[in-house]
T-cell receptor, first 118, second 115 residues
Framework: DGGITQSPKYLFRKEGQNVTLSCEQN?????MYWYRQDPGQGLRLIYYSQIVNDFQKGDIAEGYSVSREKKESFPLTVTSAQKNPTAFYLC?????????????????FGAGSRLTVL | QQQVKQSPQSLIVQKGGISIINCAYE??????FPWYQQFPGKGPALLIAIRPDVSEKKEGRFTISFNKSAKQFSLHIMDSQPGDSATYFC??????????????FGSGTQLTVLP
């Protein structure tokens, strides 16, 4: 079955440590995204990538870093510079990277990774 | 500022009742309005979506009503069932400057349907 796999599902981190969240998709989608979800705040975009070896900052990129070395992989690193990292992190992908509207160009989400800072 | 305002934050409905969730947007460049459903511990999944050239779209018990002049859209769940209990997000999609299509999400509504 095609889909998005995020790991780990739960992660605990001590203050000052960097952690990396994995996101792998086998949907052959061009674009990939990372969102952060906090209670009562919806989903906020951290980073996105339209193509391999290219990515752009979203609304809340400070304290995070990403890479896109392969089409199917888009890992997110939560660095020690992120002041409030405890959250639910969601990875998503969409089929197209171009600017034209397409009803099929919707986001498919992974099951999420919950990060807790101790 | 691209923003989507969603209300109510939480909603409790009796089984068989109608659930209504409202959203309002500001950016007139938005041209695609999806709703996502999220169960606890899972990622959101696309439920239904509408384009601004139609005023209503219905899929089974779920209906989107769209008012372009008021820049508002809403989700109606008819004959609500306990299995509909989830968090619902509205969203709006448009082209951000110099970039690909982006989705802006509302803050979410936690729906509880009582048996």
């Amino acid at each position: 079955d095609g889909g998005i796999t995020q790991s780990p599902k739960y992660l605990f981190r001590k203050e000052g440590q960097n952690v990396t969240l994995s996101c792998e998709q086998n949907l052959n989608h061009d674009a990939m995204y990372w969102y952060r979800q906090d209670p009562g705040q919806g989903l906020r975009l951290i980073y996105y990538s339209q193509i391999v070896n290219d990515f752009q900052k979203g609304d809340i990129a400070e304290g995070y870093s990403v890479s896109r070395e392969k089409k199917e992989s888009f890992p997110l690193t939560v660095t020690s510079a992120q002041k409030n990292p405890t959250a639910f992190y969601l990875c998503a992908s969409s089929p197209h990277r171009d600017r034209s509207f397409s009803g099929a160009n919707v986001l498919t989400f992974g099951a999420g990774s919950r990060l807790t800072v101790l | 500022q691209q923003q989507v305002k969603q209300s109510p934050q939480s909603l409790i409905v009796q089984k068989g009742g109608i659930s209504i969730i409202n959203c309002a947007y500001e950016n007139t460049a938005f041209d695609y309005f999806p709703w996502y459903q999220q169960f606890p511990g899972k990622g959101p999944a696309l439920l239904i979506a509408i384009r601004p050239d139609v005023s209503e779209k219905k899929e089974g018990r779920f209906t989107i009503s769209f008012n372009k002049s008021a820049k508002q859209f809403s989700l109606h769940i008819m004959d609500s069932q306990p299995g509909d209990s989830a968090t619902y997000f509205c969203a709006a999609s448009g082209i951000s400057s110099g970039s690909a299509r982006q989705l802006t999400f509302g803050s979410g509504t936690q729906l509880t349907v009582l048996p």
